[in-house]
């Protein structure tokens, strides 16, 4: 059988055991605090967009590189006949853009 207990330890278990509840309520009114709910979801939603945009970079990095290696020769020249079209093609753009500007305008 298990050693019967004094009303001092009982009442000493009663004292630790509504502590360790007092921490506890605190803690659960600390996380469902609104700020701490906003804190959390601005938290999280910052690194999702951090880790959108890094990846983003990293894909825009690959493609401005290997658009690089396209237009040059090994020995680093320009491949003239890749880097004509690619720059009619640009000033088409850019002349697209300036004439819908002026329309828009118009």
């Known amino acids: 059988m298990s050693e019967a207990r004094t009303p001092a330890q009982i009442e000493a278990d009663i004292v ?4 360790q509840l007092a921490e506890t309520l605190d803690e659960i009114g600390v996380r469902v605090h609104p700020k701490t709910i906003i804190g959390d979801a ?26 690089r290696e396209g237009l ?24 697209l853009l300036v004439v819908s500007a002026r329309r828009k305008r118009g």
């Open 42 to 67: 601005r938290a999280r939603a910052a690194s999702t967009v951090d880790q959108t945009a890094g990846r983003a970079v990293a894909a825009v990095n690959r493609l401005v590189t290997d658009l």
């Open 72 to 95: 040059r020769h090994e020995d680093g020249s320009p491949r003239i006949e890749r880097v004509v079209p690619v720059a009619l093609l640009a000033v088409g753009v850019v002349g």
């Open 16 to 19: 630790r055991r509504r502590e």
